[in-house]
């Protein structure tokens, strides 16, 4: 429902709230009021949005160095329509000090599972980031019958991935299967519980 969406005419701070660091939001909101809240809050770093629209018109906004201290970042993705390349410019704006990155789109669009293109927005936006977590889910009909086309494009193992420990890890569960990216860790499994696994899953 548009109606309990964010607006930024439902925000009207008497001063700014320079003090505060983090902003955490877990309905639906659009970028144009979410910038506009957090112009207010110069000292932000630390941002997660979990239901985030994001049209193409957020772009024609003039966006006057938008959280220019932000390190963390966390964004769910609920537009199905908004191309990779609008994310992008989004990127351009605000990656250059992000060393904490979590991105999971709610639709199926698998042009937010390219590796080359999160390689050279990574390399030319987020010089700093240290850790990066990407989800994506596919049918697995659709990725048997697309794996050839795949193949270049997301191919997480090159040696950009690799350098930085960024692990690729799927989980096959009925007909769907997630992808994620995330920074290496060791992980240790009692024997008794693995026979309990009802996933499948591979690093």
Same mark, same amino acid.
């Given at each position: 429902?548009?109606?309990?969406?964010?607006?930024?005419?439902?925000?009207?701070?008497?001063?700014?709230?320079?003090?505060?660091?983090?902003?955490? &939001? @877990? +309905?639906?909101?659009?970028?144009?009021?979410?910038?506009? /809240? *957090?112009?207010? =809050? !110069?000292?932000?770093?630390?941002?997660?949005?979990?239901?985030?629209?994001?049209?193409?018109?957020?772009?024609?906004?003039?966006?006057?160095?938008?959280?220019?201290?932000?390190?963390?970042?966390?964004?769910?993705?609920?537009?199905?329509?908004?191309?990779?390349?609008?994310?992008?410019?989004?990127?351009?704006?605000?990656?250059?000090?992000?060393?904490?990155?979590?991105?999971?789109?709610?639709?199926?669009? &698998? @042009? +937010?599972?390219?590796?080359?293109?999160?390689?050279?927005? /990574? *390399?030319?936006? =987020? !010089?700093?980031?240290?850790?990066f977590y990407l989800k994506y889910t596919e049918n697995v009909d659709r990725i048997l019958r697309d794996r050839d086309?795949?193949?270049?494009?997301?191919?997480?193992?090159?040696?950009?991935?690799?350098?930085?420990?960024?692990?690729?890890?799927?989980?096959?569960?009925?007909?769907?299967?997630?992808?994620?990216?995330?920074?290496?860790?060791?992980?240790?499994?009692?024997?008794?519980?693995?026979?309990?696994?009802?996933?499948?899953?591979?690093?």
């Amino acid at each position: 429902d548009y109606s309990t969406s964010l607006q930024s005419s439902s925000f009207n701070p008497n001063k700014q709230m320079s003090h505060l660091e983090y902003f955490i &939001i @877990d +309905y639906q909101c659009f970028l144009p009021s979410i910038t506009n /809240i *957090l112009s207010y =809050m !110069p000292s932000i770093h630390y941002v997660s949005l979990m239901k985030l629209f994001y049209y193409r018109s957020s772009l024609e906004t003039n966006y006057p160095s938008i959280w220019p201290n932000l390190t963390h970042l966390s964004i769910c993705l609920t537009t199905w329509d908004t191309m990779f390349e609008c994310f992008e410019v989004l990127i351009s704006k605000i990656g250059s000090k992000l060393k904490f990155f979590s991105f999971k789109n709610y639709h199926r669009n &698998i @042009d +937010y599972f390219n590796a080359s293109r999160w390689e050279n927005l /990574i *390399l030319k936006f =987020m !010089p700093q980031l240290d850790k990066f977590y990407l989800k994506y889910t596919e049918n697995v009909d659709r990725i048997l019958r697309d794996r050839d086309n795949n193949e270049e494009t997301n191919d997480f193992t090159r040696s950009f991935w690799i350098e930085r420990k960024w692990i690729l890890e799927i989980e096959i569960n009925n007909q769907n299967i997630l992808f994620s990216i995330l920074p290496y860790k060791k992980q240790w499994f009692d024997e008794e519980n693995l026979f309990e696994l009802n996933q499948l899953i591979i690093s």
